[in-house]
């Protein structure tokens, strides 16, 4: 049943990509389960088959979307567990990259942890980092990227942060497949998890027990 979703995420089969991940609820595979072993799963054979040019751009992306609609149906068995919001996070992808993938699951695994996430979308500049904290005083901002290219920007949006005197009212965590724990240190980010499960427990850390819902500013 997970090959199925495998497979039709690989077809980028939109409906058999759904069909087959409502099945595996239906028949009691863990949401955990189908989001890892079965579509993470195949992103990553997208990943390895683009870089080896057997795939293009618009098969990556049709993927992408049968992802995407797969997720709709564990969007709500994900996020079950969410009660009183512990904390609020303003998310985004930053300015010139589209990936969103990774960060709507990371909003999802936060929301189900009983986060209030505020998600900017893709392409995120800093400016607009920076007007989402004063309007929604979060207490951490997430940001991601999944170029090599996009993920330089991340030091721009925490400097955007002090000179708008708000860096030290948030907590800033940041993630993407080329984003490290060195780099969050080498730029001042307060933290990094390398997986949706991971920027949970780190959210929830950094937090600590003050999360009220309110930011601290
Ligand atoms: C799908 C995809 C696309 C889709 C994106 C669709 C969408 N709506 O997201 C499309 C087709 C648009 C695309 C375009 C491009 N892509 Co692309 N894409 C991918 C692919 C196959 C999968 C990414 C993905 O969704 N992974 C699944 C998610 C769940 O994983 P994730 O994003 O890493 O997120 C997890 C963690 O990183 C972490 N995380 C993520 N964000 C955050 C944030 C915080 C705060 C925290 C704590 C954690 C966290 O938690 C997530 C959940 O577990 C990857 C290959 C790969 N396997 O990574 C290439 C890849 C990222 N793309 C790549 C490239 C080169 C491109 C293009 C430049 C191609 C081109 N020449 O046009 C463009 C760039 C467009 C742009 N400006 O952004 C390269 C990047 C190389 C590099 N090192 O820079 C990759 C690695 C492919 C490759 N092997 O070459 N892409």
Redesign the pocket.
Known sequence: MLNEIREAVLRGDLDAARRATADALADGIAPGEILNDAL?AA??V???E??SGIRF?PE??I??EA??SAMTVLRPVLAEAGIEPRGRIV?GTVE????????D??GMMLEGAGFEVIDLGVEVAAERFVDAVREHRPNLV???A?????MVYMPEVIRALEDAGLRDSVRV???????TAEYADEIGADG?????A??VR?ATRLIGGRGSGKGEG
């Open positions: 993470i992103m990553d997208v990943g390895e683009y870089e751009i990556m992306l993927s992408a992802m995407k998310l010139g990259d589209l990936h969103d993938i990774g960060k699951l990371v997430g940001m991601s999944l170029l090599t290219t996009t965590i940041i993630g993407g497949a080329p984003v990094y998890a390398e997986d949706a991971g920027a780190l």
